[in-house]
């Protein structure tokens, strides 16, 4: 209940944020600009027009999840506003809890938004919408929470700029980490020790990528659903326990 | 540790804030020892950067001390079910500016479980008794200063806490906005509860409180109830006024007075203490000139703070 009472109040308070109506803004525009592209590509302009709406939502669901994720917790204590919080009876994790919940209704209404740019674009030009689609976009979204916790870790114990460089590593590296493994085959037997425990620990967030099975009609089954379903909650919750242990032992000077 | 009446205590409290990037360390707070009584108004006294935020922000467990300990209502802080008897105002504090007056007390009222017809009463006594009812649709960015304060103390109080915790209540508001939260702070002392709030204003002190902590530079100085410390801290300076004393006299006195001020045929002696007025008065017999009046004058907290700075090594002075 409490969390749910800080959940609520940061997203009225993301709501405020100018920065989420641009991002938004620019997500839309770039969705709807593929009905443009289309008219001037040849061939196969449904891949285009999914393949650039899927991965806008990805991209600009991402700087949001960490142009507004970075800030959740720094500037709570940067403002003060954490003092009157915490010394109500309230353990801190539950805060940092709440924190991540509001963020992550952020992400769904603004994800929805875009999801429906995508659908009246998909509908307008006449591209099939099948159930790959949804599921591509469930993924999309789980990425987003783990992208949240990703910054909400990061933010309990460094500034806002050195969050979101942070995070957006982890975002790159993460969707490159398949190609890390093969690349560190090439390397010396140190380099290789290193390079395999950065892919072992940050997420594989290629496994969220659904963009080259809707685009190729290759089936995604209900069980591979649920284990990319279960690794993405699993690492995210992984995400935030640390957080709060990191937060738990934390001084708001 | 159980006390009955004890409400807030700290043994050897102490803090050391590392700085910079090599890590220096900077003790802010060195064993502070307090121990706050049911029902009492206990003023927390000492200049800017004594240490007071920071015995303030340990007690609401949002820094760790480095060592020592501290107890709310016989449990060591931190303790979630202390915390639901409690009540805090930071300093300058800082709330959602977006939220309006009703809501913000909302929100603090559903951190507490607080829901409904209840919470709504509550929010209403309390916004009356911080005569706050005209700003209950107002965003709290339009708040004056001392409005903010107002709204403030009511979040501290919104779960009827026993002890209420304010941290420089004071601070920044004009005489009349102080006198309201003077006032506020005996009518919640009226109603039972115990109050803890720190002030480097000696004088809202004076007026308020039971008993009283003087820190400087993170050391407890003195520690009493405010007559007490007055009267064993402070001698009671005595001000004699003459008439139609000759030179020769006036000599004298001028070693025993602090001040001697002379007006015409009339003079105003400041002695130190009351020891001295025996003599003056022998002298002034003596010399048959006429006693005008004499006046004792009342020590005030300031003196003794005053005092307790210039006995302290040089390194404290410069504190104030
Ligand atoms: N986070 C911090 N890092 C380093 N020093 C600090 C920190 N917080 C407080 N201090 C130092 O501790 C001392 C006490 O500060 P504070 O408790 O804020 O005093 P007061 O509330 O009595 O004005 C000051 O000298 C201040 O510089």
Redesign the pocket.
């Known amino acids: 209940m409490r969390i749910l009472s800080i959940a609520v109040n940061t997203f009225r308070e993301n709501l405020r944020e100018k920065l989420l109506y641009n991002l938004l803004f620019f997500a839309l525009l770039m969705i709807g600009s593929s009905i443009l592209l289309s008219r001037i590509t040849l061939g196969d302009y449904h891949r285009l027009i999914l393949d650039l709406g899927l991965a806008s939502i990805n991209l600009f669901g991402v700087l949001i999840a960490i142009f507004v994720g970075i800030g959740l917790v720094s500037k709570e204590v940067d403002r003060k506003t954490i003092y009157t919080i915490v010394s109500k009876p309230i353990p801190r994790y539950e805060f940092l809890l709440g924190k991540y919940c509001g963020l992550v209704i952020t992400l769904f209404a603004n994800t929805i938004v875009m999801v429906v740019g995508l659908l009246i674009v998909l509908q307008v030009m006449d591209v099939p919408i099948t159930s790959l689609v949804f599921k591509s976009l469930a993924l999309i979204f789980l990425e987003l929470m783990v992208i949240t916790a990703v910054a909400v870790l990061f933010s309990t114990f460094t500034s806002a700029t050195l969050s979101a460089i942070f995070t957006l590593a982890v975002y790159m590296i993460g969707h490159l980490s398949g190609d890390l493994k093969e690349f560190s085959k090439k390397l010396d037997e140190v380099s290789q020790m290193v390079v395999n425990a950065i892919y072992y620990t940050l997420p594989n967030l290629e496994r969220f990528n659904l963009k080259g099975h809707v685009i190729h009609h290759l089936d995604f089954g209900m069980a591979d659903m649920a284990l990319t379903l279960a690794y993405g909650l699993t690492y995210a919750a992984f995400l935030l326990l640390l957080a709060s242990i990191v937060f738990q032992r934390r001084?708001f000077? | 540790m159980e006390h009955s009446d004890s409400i807030l205590k700290t043994a050897g409290l102490r803090?050391t804030?590392?700085?910079g990037f090599w890590g220096r360390s900077?003790?802010?707070?060195e064993g502070l020892d307090l121990d706050v009584r049911q029902g009492e108004v206990f003023g927390f006294l000492?200049?800017?950067?004594?240490?007071?935020?920071?015995?303030?922000?340990m007690l609401m467990g949002l820094?760790y001390p480095t060592s020592g300990q501290a107890w709310l209502f016989g449990r060591p802080i931190g303790d979630q079910e202390s915390k639901a008897r409690l009540g805090f105002l930071p300093?300058s504090p800082y709330f959602y500016d977006y939220l309006t007056g009703l809501e913000f007390l909302q929100f603090y009222g559903h951190l507490f479980g607080l829901r409904g017809v209840a919470l709504g009463k509550r929010i209403d006594e309390l916004l009356e008794l911080v005569g706050m009812s005209h700003a209950r649709h107002l965003q709290l960015r339009k708040f004056s200063k001392g409005m903010l304060q107002r709204v403030g103390i009511a979040q501290a109080l919104i779960n009827d806490p026993e002890l209420v915790v304010l941290?420089?209540p004071m601070s920044g508001l004009d005489p009349v906005g102080r006198k309201e939260i003077r006032d506020l702070i005996l009518r919640l002392k009226e109603s039972g509860k115990t109050i803890f709030f720190?002030s480097?204003i000696l004088h809202d002190a004076e007026l308020l409180c039971d008993r009283v902590a003087i820190?400087l530079?993170?050391r407890q100085v003195a520690c009493g109830r405010v007559s007490e410390l007055i009267d064993e801290g402070v001698a009671h300076s005595v001000e004699v006024v003459i008439d139609g004393l000759g030179p020769e006299e006036l000599a004298r006195l001028r070693q025993m007075a602090d001040r001697v001020i002379v007006q015409g045929s009339q003079v105003l002696v400041v002695l130190p203490s009351r020891q001295q007025v025996g003599s003056v008065l022998e002298l002034i017999r003596g010399a048959r000139a006429t006693l005008v009046s004499l006046t004792p004058q009342k020590g005030s907290l300031e003196d003794l703070f005053i005092r307790e700075v210039k006995n302290k090594q040089p390194e404290l002075r410069e504190a104030v």
């Open positions: 001084d000077q | 803090k804030f590392k700085v900077v003790t802010a707070l000492g200049p800017n950067g004594a240490g007071k935020t920071t015995t303030i922000k820094i300093e941290d420089e720190s480097h820190i530079k993170g």
